[in-house]
């Protein structure tokens, strides 16, 4: 586990499956490619293959020794739902992340149709967290594929935001993050681009998150969206089994 995590949305990150490959806009100047080749090339023994989609057995148990109750970003160097991840180990992920019942669990995609596809086999429990990610408006319909889905608590990844997203449905939505791309190559992110989502977020009620806005320095260009920090989140109490150690 990766405590203190530096994401602004979750509190540690645990990847039992490392890789993936490019399939959308905003995979382009992905984050995770860029420090995979950098472990890489340092010998760390888990980044062996690069960006190579892997499956890490090793770790499959590591939430089961964590006492304190974390919010665990699964996958944030990976994507559990890609096609080169046998279903098996993802059901043996999910088993995982129901016996580690003290934790919430947030996990993200790209490959929703996947998702949605393998959602009556997944045994999904209230500290399990699906999102999806939407970049543009051309990505919309991985929403739809996300509301078919048993999560309690579903959510939308808008990062990085490439364009604006007009007429978003969030139905059914229980949280939105919006950000703009960060890193070398950085595209830039309008600011009327997320002030919609903002608004459209407002009148369904659904809580907004505004992460960053992005670029080659993210710390200096900061996160605050028209005079403000939007950092609300799903109301959503922690099982009271969460509290107990095992």
Known sequence: MAANSRI?????????????????????????????????????RKYARGFEVTTHDDVLDLPLTWRRPHEVFVNSMGDLFHDEVPLQFILKVFET?????????????KHAERLAGLDHLLPWAPNIWM????????YRHRVDH????????????????????PGLNLAGVDWVIVGGESGPGARPMLPGWA????DDCLAAQVPFFFKQWGGTNKKRAGRVLEGRLWSERPVHPWPQTSLALS
């Open 195 to 198: 002030a919609a989502i903002r």
């Open 97 to 109: 992340m129901r016996c580690a019942h003290r934790h919430r669990f947030q996990l993200l995609t």
């Open 131 to 138: 999102g999806v990610t939407v970049e543009s408006a051309a």
């Open 8 to 44: 602004e949305w979750t509190e540690a990150t645990w990847n039992p499956v490392t890789g993936c490959t490019k399939v959308s806009d905003g995979c382009r100047h992905c984050y995770a490619e860029r420090m995979a080749r950098r472990l890489q090339a340092m010998g760390v």
């Open 146 to 165: 996300l509301r078919r889905t048993g999560a309690e608590v579903k959510f939308l990844s808008m990062e990085p935001l490439l364009g604006p997203v």
